[in-house]
């Protein structure tokens, strides 16, 4: 069984930077899709970025794009969101998230958009989520 395990959130300036990490143990991450969503206040869970399991092909919404890289170190067997250029708009509760071995990220319409990343219904292993704030 997966297990995921979130850290790095904390309070950071306007500009500033963070490097969120998704530590897994029982399993190696060779084989999984990893996604990277957010739930800020009064808001629903979004997708932020996402890996494939394949080609480790990356994809990112719109509005991270340019600011936040998504990458996978098989030899620490962690997953991380590197994020820069941060702004207020990004504070939420962070979550890792994976498939299942077999399962690769698809791409879903949903409100008149398409999105890369695979629903949040669709993962198959959550982190319990670590807060990033920005703020002055």
């Known amino acids: 069984q997966l297990q995921l395990v979130e850290s790095g959130g904390g309070l950071v300036q306007p500009g500033g930077s963070l490097r969120l990490s998704c530590a897994a143990s029982?399993?190696?991450?060779?084989?999984?899709?990893i996604g990277w969503f957010r739930q800020a206040p009064g808001k629903e869970r979004e997708g932020v970025s996402c890996?494939?399991?394949?080609?480790?092909?990356?994809y990112y919404a719109d509005s991270v794009k340019g600011r936040f890289t998504i990458s996978i170190d098989i030899g620490t067997n962690t997953a991380y969101l590197q994020m820069d250029s941060l702004k207020p708009e990004d504070t939420a509760v962070y979550y890792c998230?994976?498939?299942?071995?077999?399962?690769?990220?698809?791409?879903?319409?949903?409100?008149?958009?398409?999105?890369?990343?695979?629903?949040?219904?669709?993962?198959?292993?959550w982190g319990q989520g670590t807060q990033v704030t920005v703020s002055s």
């Open positions: 998230a994976a498939l299942n071995p077999g399962r690769d990220v698809t791409t879903y319409q949903s409100g008149g958009y398409s999105y890369r990343c695979s629903p949040e219904y669709d993962y198959d292993y």
């Open positions: 890996i494939s399991s394949s080609d480790r092909s990356t």
């Open positions: 029982g399993r190696t991450l060779d084989f999984y899709a």
